[in-house]
């Protein structure tokens, strides 16, 4: 069993950075592929970015890979998404979620076994 807890949500203006952050807790942590999603009002929840929970392996969907970064923190311990140069279709709520693998990174929602509750994030003009 393995808890999500996604952090760092907010309002922000377009062009605005903003980084969420995943905390994790569970056995085994390191067996473990951890995936950011989100989801727009009336639209399916969508694919973001993965990596190990060790910090290895990072694959970006494609909508996202030229603004958005994933990485481990070491410091706080927490798989970190940075999103800069925000734009308004980037308000959604957005998602942490864990698999257990990590040779192979999973890019649907049905691969990844636990979720977070989601974060807000809002880009306004």
């Known amino acids: 069993q393995v808890q999500l807890v996604e952090s760092g949500g907010g309002l922000v203006q377009a062009g605005d950075s903003l980084t969420l952050s995943c905390a994790a807790s569970g056995r085994a942590l390191h067996t473990y592929t951890v995936g950011w999603f989100r989801q727009a009002p009336g639209e399916e929840r969508a694919f973001l970015a993965a990596i190990t929970w060790t910090g290895a392996g990072e694959f970006f969907g494609d909508s996202v890979k030229d603004r958005f970064t994933i990485s481990k923190n070491g410091a706080s311990n927490t798989i970190d998404q940075q999103m800069s140069d925000l734009k308004l279709e980037d308000t959604a709520v957005y998602y942490c979620?864990?698999?257990?693998?990590?040779?192979?990174?999973?890019?649907?929602?049905?691969?990844?076994?636990?979720w977070g509750r989601g974060t807000q994030g809002t880009v306004s003009t």
């Open positions: 979620a864990a698999r257990m693998g990590y040779r192979n990174i999973r890019t649907t929602r049905d691969d990844y076994t636990y």
